[in-house]
């Protein structure tokens, strides 16, 4: 039963920016399947604009490959089969019943000219609502949503898109906590499956932790560390943050200790 | 895991019922009646059994009643029925476009008119009036081939100068580039018809819109159009689910953004110039068909499209009948008309609508 983990994700000097300001300066980092990888840093250091170009929404220099092909010329339907993006920017603005909105996770699978979805998509997609428990739902409009309930639709439907790589950036940062955990978990659950792997944006340090083993701690747009979530230091954050996360958070929850 | 029963396709049990089926039939009901409403009424009324009459005589050969007077068949076939058909295709050919620059801007008060086209088609057609070559010589096809190269020159300059300040065509970008082109074109064309006071009248109501005095080419033209561009953006439905969800969603989902935007707006340029150039710039119904037929009918494109082409078309028919009966023998423009009903009717929808979510 023992195998070689694979490599789904791999950056080599990869440099990025906006308009020729550079933000992101040779972050270099794999990522394996099963692996669910977090990327951690204060706000400014990088973290979402490195996401926008690992899904080949900005441009970079350096490598990205995604299972061994480039993501630089990949074609998009092709590159959509391979990494989907989870943002918090989403938003339904379109009367789509829940159903309709995760079949759209197939699109990348779809065929010929119309671009037809098999009944294997749709099996898929059926599938991907049952787990996020969107079953009952599926006749509702997502313009009628709550925050939580929507935020499920669009995990459904990137799960829907069956990719090897899944990016979050910061999909949980509007919700209650409950949506928050609920989210993490159902990313846990989809990852354990063989050939994928999760790599998130998570404000919530705790969060993070929670979905990750692996931890990416950026400063300035530059790697300062790469470990496994257990070997986390409160000496660590304290130079990624610039603030003692640690000692914050014990006293946070002192507030709850008799 | 066994296949699953699809839950149907604009399943939206609860709220309206079961599936669009019969409302689309309702729909297309509708739409005929307005057809026949509108070649029927007038200070002459015809029977929808005797323009079906007509049709008949000149489609299948059937021999029309010996005491059918042949003023009556001439009315319905010369006049009456092309413009119907034209206001029904203009409408129609609106409604389209109206719905693909919604989903493609992404933007609910998005028009095919904002892409410059209706701007540089008026341009054209001053132009032409100006310097006497409409309706001249050149045939009365002449006036309505310059409008529809002068907007689609339009977009297209729009689009290039978007194109060039923006690589990656983003919707903002198209907005305010289409926005300004339209500012700086209709500048062009009041300084054209301030300088040339003899014009200035026949400019505006070439302006206004009208299906008046339009013969079975025109409407022949805009339908056939129409039918193509409707059929292409209906092939490209999934797309525009897709794209309603935000670039950088649907280009992580897997869209080749880019190209596809382009190539909507190319053919939204193509159709809207074919409407405007044959009956001018009539406004809202390109802003208010999508918003009512996705209330009834969901968001899906392969079902909003061909629901908001029958909705436009017979709502533009009706408009027309409105217009041309309403103040009697003088016509009442059919764009006043289309504003008059339209902008009311659309605060309705739109704020009824918000007040349920």
Redesign the interface.
């Known amino acids: 039963m023992e195998t070689q983990a694979k490599t789904l994700l791999r950056l080599q000097d990869v440099c990025c920016g906006y308009g020729g300001a550079e933000v992101v300066h040779k972050v270099s980092f794999s990522v394996a399947e099963g692996e669910k990888l977090c990327i951690l840093g204060a706000n400014g250091c990088g973290k979402t604009t490195l996401l926008r170009a690992i899904c080949g929404l900005l441009a970079y220099t350096g490598s990205i490959t995604a299972q061994g092909t480039e993501v630089r010329g990949t074609r998009r339907r092709a590159l959509a089969r391979k990494i989907a993006l989870m943002s918090q920017g989403a938003a339904a603005d379109f009367d789509y019943t829940v159903y309709d909105t995760v079949l759209m996770g197939r699109y990348a699978h779809s065929r010929g000219l119309l671009g037809d979805i098999d009944a294997a998509g749709r099996d898929a997609a059926a599938d991907c609502l049952r787990r996020c428990g969107l079953w009952e739902l599926r006749d509702r409009l997502v313009t009628r949503l709550s925050g939580g309930q929507l935020q499920r639709v669009f995990l459904a439907r990137t799960f829907a898109q069956d990719p090897a790589v899944i990016l979050l950036d910061e999909p949980t940062s509007h919700l209650d906590l409950k949506y928050q955990l609920e989210l993490v978990d159902l990313l846990r659950d989809w990852a354990a499956r063989p050939g994928r792997a999760v790599v998130g944006v998570l404000h919530d340090i705790s969060l993070a932790l929670r979905l990750a083993d692996t931890l990416v701690l950026m400063k300035e747009g530059r790697v300062l560390d790469h470990l496994p979530a257990g070997r986390l230091q409160p000496t660590q954050l304290q130079a990624v943050y610039g603030v003692d996360v640690a000692s914050y958070m014990r006293q946070a929850l002192g507030y709850f200790s008799p | 895991?066994g296949?699953?029963q699809?839950?149907g396709p604009g399943?939206?049990?609860?709220?309206f019922g079961r599936g669009p089926g019969l409302r689309a039939l309702a729909l297309a009901a509708a739409a005929l009646a307005a057809l026949m409403l509108a070649a029927g009424v007038g200070s002459v009324p015809v029977s929808p059994a005797d323009i079906a009459r007509v049709l008949a005589h000149r489609l299948l050969g059937t021999p029309l009643p010996a005491d059918f007077s042949p003023i009556l068949e001439g009315l319905v076939l010369n006049i009456r029925l092309p413009r119907a058909a034209l206001a029904f295709g203009v409408g129609a050919a609106a409604a389209v476009g109206g719905t693909v620059m919604q989903?493609v801007l992404?933007n609910?008060l998005a028009s095919p008119y904002g892409l410059g086209v209706s701007s540089g088609a008026g341009l054209a057609a001053a132009l032409m009036i100006v310097s006497g070559l409409a309706g001249g010589a050149l045939g009365s096809l002449a006036l309505p081939a310059a409008a529809l190269a002068g907007g689609l020159a339009a977009a297209g300059a729009a689009m290039a100068l978007a194109g060039r300040l923006d690589r990656g065509l983003s919707n903002n970008t198209i907005i305010l580039t289409g926005m300004v082109l339209s500012l700086f074109l209709n500048a062009l064309m009041s300084t054209l018809s301030a300088a040339n006071p003899e014009y200035s009248q026949r400019i505006l109501l070439w302006q206004l819109g009208s299906f008046s005095g339009r013969g079975w080419d025109a409407a022949a033209i805009v339908w056939a159009v129409t039918a193509v561009c409707t059929a292409a953006f209906w092939?490209?439905?999934?797309?525009l689910?897709?794209m309603?969800?935000?670039e950088?969603?649907a280009?992580?989902?897997?869209?080749?953004?880019r190209r596809t935007k382009a190539v909507l707006i190319v053919l939204v340029a193509a159709l809207t110039g074919t409407a405007v150039a044959f009956a001018g710039v009539i406004g809202f119904v390109d802003l208010i068909a999508p918003h009512v037929v996705?209330?009834f009918f969901?968001?899906?494109h392969r079902v909003v499209l061909p629901m908001a082409a029958l909705l436009g078309g017979g709502f533009m028919a009706l408009c027309d009948l409105a217009g041309r009966t309403l103040a009697s023998p003088s016509e009442i423009p059919v764009g006043s008309i289309t504003a008059l009903i339209g902008a009311p009717f659309f605060i309705y929808v739109y704020f009824a609508g918000r007040k349920r979510?």
């Open positions: 895991m296949r699953l699809r839950p399943t939206r049990r609860g709220r989903s992404k609910p092939a490209m439905g999934r797309a689910d897709v309603t969800f935000g950088e969603q280009l992580s989902m897997g869209l080749e953004l996705r209330r969901g968001a899906r979510g």
